[in-house]
């Protein structure tokens, strides 16, 4: 069954506008953490940001932001101001007894 | 030092040939991984050493035999493989307790 699901496949963005990218999740565990990961085409995954279950705060780390809806089981991420350096790869992920990946939202900033 | 490297970056094979995959890290890390990445698809576990000691396979063929000799390093040995293992292969590491994991570059492997 499918844990972490990001819907979109592929997304555009202006340069220096926002975007949000989907994902939902599926767990009965109370406790589990929700990750964003980037990778751009060189291959490397870089971490962006977390959220734990019982945060009761959204997840913030510069430009990033989850927004963490847990009785509508979504963590999305909020990427504000984008740049061109934005493009790439964003898989969403969630660890239980291991990680669970989604299938990845391909972003591209327009200039 | 917050890094984990891998090398070689690319590696190009036969089917008959033996080759390894090297994964190092010097963060005191005692959780370290093994991923395949086949192109626009999400990684997928294949190994967990947990201090050392093999504590997840899924359900992996043979002919990829993982070994961690300390807790730095991490293998992955390679031998008799088909085109259709061709992928990026990831390592990373994690701390007990922790939740991050921090992933190497990967090696993209090509069998030929």
């Known amino acids: 069954a499918q844990k972490i699901t990001q819907t979109q496949p592929g997304m555009f963005v202006q340069e220096k506008e926002a975007v949000t990218l989907d994902c939902t999740y599926d767990t009965s565990d109370p406790s589990y953490g929700l990750f964003w990961y980037k990778q751009p085409s060189s291959g490397e995954m870089i971490f962006l940001i977390y959220?734990?279950?019982?945060?009761?705060q959204n997840a913030t780390e510069g430009r990033y932001s989850l927004n963490f809806q847990k009785a509508r089981k979504s963590a999305n991420l909020v990427i504000s101001a984008s740049q061109l350096g934005d493009s790439a790869m964003y898989f969403c992920?969630?660890?239980?007894?291991?990680?669970?990946f989604g299938s990845g939202t391909k972003l591209n900033v327009k200039p | 030092d917050t890094e984990v490297t891998q090398t070689p970056k690319h590696l190009v094979m036969g089917m008959t040939n033996k080759k390894s995959l090297k994964c190092e890290q010097h963060?005191?890390?005692?959780?370290m991984y093994w991923y395949k990445q086949k192109a626009k698809k999400p990684p997928e576990l294949m190994f967990v050493?947990?201090?050392?000691?093999?504590?997840i396979n899924e359900s992996v063929p043979s002919r990829f035999s993982p070994e961690c000799p300390n807790s730095s390093l991490l293998n992955l040995h390679l031998h008799a493989l088909q085109p259709e293992d061709s992928a990026l292969y990831l390592c990373?590491?994690?701390?007990?307790?922790?939740?991050?994991?921090?992933f190497g570059p990967g090696t993209r492997l090509t069998v030929l």
């Open positions: 963060m005191g890390h005692r959780a």
């Open positions: 050493y947990s201090y050392e000691k093999l504590s």
């Open positions: 992920a969630m660890i239980l007894n291991k990680f669970y």
């Open positions: 959220q734990g279950s019982y945060d009761q």
């Open positions: 990373a590491s994690s701390s007990r307790g922790a939740n991050e994991q921090f």
